[in-house]
Structures are given as C-alpha cells and as structure tokens.
C-alpha cells in the first residue's frame, strides 16, 4: 500500500492500518486532497489481503473539523456555481468504501468531530471516543443538511429523537454523553486513547476477518429487512462461515483445550 500521501499518514503495524487525516493546522479540515487521498487509501485498505483492520483517525488535537470551508469560500467568492452534488459524489465514494470495507473499521475519535468528519465516524463499525471529545453534528450552524449518510446513520445509532435534537441544535456532545447515548462504543481517557484503539485494532486483526465480512453483511443489510428476510440472508451467510477455514480451527481448537490461529479465510 502506498505510504507517500501529503495530507493521510499511514501507518501498518501487524494486520492493522491507522490511516491519519493530517491537516492539524485547520483540525484536519477536509480538502480536495485530504478527501481523494482518504478514499485511496481506505479503498487501497480493502483489497490489501495483509490489513485485516482499519483505523481512522485525526493528527493533532482534532479528529476533524468537516469540509474545509476556505474551499466553500472560494467557490461563493468567485461566483462559480460550486456543483454541491459532483462534490457529495467524491465523499459519498468515500462512505460507501468504509460501510463495505470487508474487514472492521474502527475510528479514534479525540477532539472536535464536526460536520462530515463526525459522519465519516459513523459509517465505521466501531467508534473510541476520548473523553475531551466534542461531537458536533454541525452542519445546521452554516446553513446546511446532514450529508456524508448523517440522515441514515444518526437515527439508527441514537434514534430518531436524539438525532433530530443532534442535527437542528448542532451542539457539542462529550465524549462520556456520546458513550451513554450509543453514538460512540467507547470513551477512555485522552492518555489511553491510542493504546486502546490499537489493542482493539490488533485483537480484530487476529479474528476471523471473512466471518467478520459476513457479520458486516448480516448486520447492514439486516436494517433495511424484515424479520423472514434476514433470516433467510442469515442461512445464505451462516452456510458461507460454517465453510471457512477459521470456524474449523476454532473447533478444533476447542476440542484440543488450545487457542485457536485465525488466518482471516
Ligand atoms: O460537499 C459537501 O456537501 C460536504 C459538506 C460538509 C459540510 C460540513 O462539514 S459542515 C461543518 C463544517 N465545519 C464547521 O462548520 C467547523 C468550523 N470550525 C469551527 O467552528 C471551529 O474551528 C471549531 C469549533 C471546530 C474549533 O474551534 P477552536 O476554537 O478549537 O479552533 P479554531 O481556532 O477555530 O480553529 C483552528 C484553525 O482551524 C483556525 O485556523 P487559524 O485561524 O489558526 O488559521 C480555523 O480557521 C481552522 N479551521 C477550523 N475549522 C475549519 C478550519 N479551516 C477551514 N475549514 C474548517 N472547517
């Protein structure tokens, strides 16, 4: 995988790659570059058989401050017509990469996460926030909507009602709040932040990654199903695990009283 990115530090370290947005000057506020060179590496990430987890996280004292709105600016100035959709397009690109990633996608969240920083956040598996964590579903304080999947992921992490308070409101909400509320999984001192993402990080990068795929699978699609249909997507995925090479071991492993080696097929 490429490491020579001016604007997305990676980092590969036993299965896992920490992909760091690194604008820190502007809280890693999302370019043109920033975005192109995030959607390379986290679609270079999926089809890279030696990363079995992926880490988002932000360089600095930010995870991320949304669109770098100088970029904003400058189109209004001129008096382009910034083509909004063309844009939503390249970030959607982006969204979707993650949301199919078939490994886990963990993000570390410390600092402020706005806009469509804190959307991106939502489209990983897992979210650590620490606990000097601001989320701001900010997008209504410059006269916008939730993009980047805020409209389908909120409402299905917080609710319905929470994530209307989250997206008109546009308020901060800690990290501890965001733990006790279901937006992030995880909040952990600021001190801890890196060594518990890593620990995670390392443990799913040892797991069953193709039944980890699956389980991705079940549980995404499961949301737009009803009970019979995915019940019947749970026999077509359960058929496709019970034949990896993972779940044997994991048998075996268990009859011989020894710890199973998962090779992630
Ligand atoms: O295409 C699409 O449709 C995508 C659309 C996406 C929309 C969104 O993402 S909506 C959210 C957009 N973001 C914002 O509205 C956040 C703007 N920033 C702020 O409100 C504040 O900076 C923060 C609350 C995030 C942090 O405040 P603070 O006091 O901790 O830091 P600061 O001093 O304001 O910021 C530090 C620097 O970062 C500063 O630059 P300077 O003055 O030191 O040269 C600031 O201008 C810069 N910065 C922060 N956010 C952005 C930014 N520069 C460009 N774009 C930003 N979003």
């Not at 997206?167 to 909400?173: F, G, K, P, S, Y």
């Amino acid at each position: 995988m490429r490491t020579d990115f001016k604007n997305v530090l990676v980092e590969q370290d036993e299965g896992v790659v920490i992909l760091t947005m690194n604008r820190p000057d502007v809280l890693n506020a999302i370019n043109t570059l920033l975005l192109q060179e995030l959607t390379e590496t986290v679609e270079a990430a999926a089809h890279d058989d030696a990363i079995r987890c992926v880490v988002l996280a932000g360089a600095g004292r930010a995870f991320g401050a949304g669109q770098d709105l100088t970029e904003f600016g400058s189109a209004h100035a001129s008096g382009e017509t910034h083509l909004v959709s063309e844009q939503l397009a390249k970030y959607h690109r982006l969204i979707l990469a993650i949301r199919q990633m078939p490994k886990p996608v963990i993000a570390a969240i410390q600092g402020v996460a706005t806009g469509i920083t804190l959307n991106i956040a939502l489209a990983c598996d897992i979210r650590i926030a620490a606990d000097n964590a601001r989320l701001r579903e900010g997008f209504a304080l410059i006269g916008l909507v939730p993009d980047g999947g805020g409209g389908y992921t909120l409402p299905r992490l917080v609710g319905l009602g929470r994530a209307m308070e989250m997206a008109l409101l546009a308020e901060d909400i800690s990290g501890a709040e965001a733990e006790r509320i279901g937006l992030v999984n995880r909040c952990v001192p600021l001190s801890e932040l890196d060594k518990t993402t890593r620990a995670l990080a390392k443990r799913l990068a040892h797991g069953p990654t193709w039944t980890y795929q699956l389980i991705k699978e079940l549980m995404y699609k499961s949301l737009e199903m009803d009970l019979q249909t995915s019940l019947h997507l749970e026999g077509h995925l359960q058929e496709a695990a019970y034949a990896t090479a993972d779940h044997r071991e994991a048998v075996d492993a268990f009859l011989h009283k020894r710890t199973a080696t998962f090779i992630g097929k």
